[in-house]
């Protein structure tokens, strides 16, 4: 694995996610105004270092997004932000591009723009000690749009970017957001995203991108925030996985959700529940890279006052969503997500044993299970014409054989081999009687037929192989010698 691809694999690591801390500096002023603090050079520094040394954040943060500013500035004992992080654990990753401009001829559509003297940046941000990046391409919904100029222009732009990146040592976050504003409904937008992405992967390939080296920052597939119809956190989570088992190739080290103006509940309980619903069925790890989603809380605490420092540092740790309580990852108990910073972060409950039931009302819906199972081989399945925990009912024997029936034929009733053999004619499997004709005359045929009765064996009568049967020898070396005096009814 590559030095880029190892980068990449890391910030997906199971149990954390990224911390999106790259608001411009207009965003941020935004975010300081809610609490009527000045956005100040200096009051932007102390809150990115009441965020960076806020104790225990390396166990469930694996990376940072900083800003060009903050990439730069230092922690209140001198250290750089970039190393403080480091030492914890956690990469230092930098936003590149240069925001979003009007698209000419597409009224209402935005394209991202760096891409001018990217390189040079990129080899800057690396001595800095910048590990990964990201670009953010923005896709809105809305009366005949997106049009296909402005999806071919940003997964372009999408495209250069990362090939850039890889080519001056950062691993590349690819952000194509299908933006929740508007009323359009879920289905439009997994309709948007969907295209956007077969897009972007197809800029990535034409642009010789290594997608091992690179993590996915998409939006969810949700519906419009002005939408009459908000769709179900389950139905949020089937649209936006199928979309990305549709796009998204195996190869991409993981995905890491954008959070896009979700609530934080929201946007932790969509997450949590992907993870539910798709625990070990998706190629590649779904995490999140939560702005503002994780600093909500802390920034309302904080409030600009060093004496709030400690009380704004301890809701950080807990909103990240990676506590077993939380379940973001699969393993988690199923409750509600923390979004208040309540949970621990330390010792957490063993991850439970889960094991599949039935519940009383649907045990015998559709006939006892013990009876539909394929009479080849061992048996499997509760007797659900009893209560759970019953011990089963006794096997009724096989109906004695005529007298003047071989014993023989009884065995193969009750043992089930006539679901794949007939006497003359053949089935599954051969016919007894070409059995019998292989085998007549032989010294060794009735050890030699008692051995495969009882251990199975493929390839003597075609590709498909008979399993072992659960009989005595003394039951296999009857049907055996049956055999070999030449299977006579």
Request: charge should be positive; include cysteine.
């Amino acid at each position: 694995m590559s030095e880029l691809a190892k980068v990449a694999h890391a910030m997906v690591a199971r149990g954390k996610g990224i911390l999106a801390a790259d608001e411009t500096t207009g965003t941020i002023k935004k975010r300081f105004d809610t609490i009527a603090v000045d956005s100040t050079e200096e009051n932007r520094r102390a809150y990115r270092d009441l965020l960076f040394t806020t104790r225990g954040i390396g166990e469930h943060i694996s990376g940072v997004i900083l800003y060009d500013e903050t990439l730069r500035q230092k922690s209140a004992d001198g250290t750089p932000f970039a190393e403080l992080l480091s030492r914890q654990g956690i990469l230092p990753g930098i936003k590149v591009d240069a925001g979003t401009a009007d698209l000419a001829f597409c009224p209402g559509e935005k394209v991202t723009e760096g891409l001018d003297k990217l390189a040079k940046r990129v080899q800057e941000y690396v001595k800095l000690g910048a590990k990964f990046a990201k670009w953010r391409a923005v896709i809105t919904i809305g009366k005949d749009i997106p049009s296909t100029t402005c999806i071919a222009a940003n997964a372009h732009a999408l495209g250069r970017y990362a090939a850039i990146c890889l080519a001056h040592g950062l691993a590349p976050i690819v952000e194509p957001e299908v933006l929740m504003d508007g009323d359009h409904a879920i289905e439009r937008c997994e309709e948007v995203t969907e295209w956007t992405l077969n897009a972007v992967y197809e800029a990535l390939y034409v642009n010789r991108v290594t997608l091992e080296e690179t993590v996915l920052k998409p939006s969810m597939v949700i519906a419009g925030k002005d939408c009459a119809r908000q769709a179900s956190v389950a139905e949020v989570a089937e649209r936006t996985v199928r979309v990305l088992k549709r796009c998204v190739p195996a190869a991409v080290a993981g995905i890491a959700f954008l959070s896009g103006g979700q609530s934080d509940e929201q946007a932790t309980a969509n997450l949590d529940s992907m993870n539910r619903i798709f625990t070990g069925r998706l190629p590649w790890p779904l995490t999140f890279s939560y702005g503002r989603a994780l600093q909500q809380p802390s920034l309302k605490a904080w409030k600009g006052a060093a004496a709030n420092v400690a009380q704004a540092q301890a809701l950080l740790p807990n909103r990240n969503g990676v506590t077993t309580d939380h379940a973001m990852w699969p393993g988690g108990k199923p409750r509600k997500p923390d979004v208040q910073g309540s949970n621990c972060m330390r010792d957490c409950a063993a991850e439970p044993k889960l094991a599949s039931f039935l519940p009383d009302f649907a045990r015998n819906a559709h006939g006892n299970l013990a009876e539909q199972n394929r009479m080849v081989g061992a048996q499997h399945g509760a007797d659900t014409t009893r209560p759970a925990g019953a011990a089963p009912a006794a096997t009724p024997a096989a109906p004695a054989p005529k007298a003047e029936t071989p014993a023989a034929i009884g065995l193969l009733s009750k043992n089930g081999c006539i679901a794949c053999h007939a006497q003359d004619n053949k089935l599954v499997g051969p016919s007894f009687r070409d059995i019998a004709k292989k085998y007549a005359g032989q010294d060794d045929g009735v050890a030699y037929l008692t051995g495969k009765i009882r251990a199975g064996g493929s390839g003597v009568w075609g590709a498909i192989p008979m399993p072992p049967q659960s009989l005595s020898e003394a039951e296999a070396k009857s049907i055996a010698q049956w055999l070999a005096d030449g299977a006579k009814k």
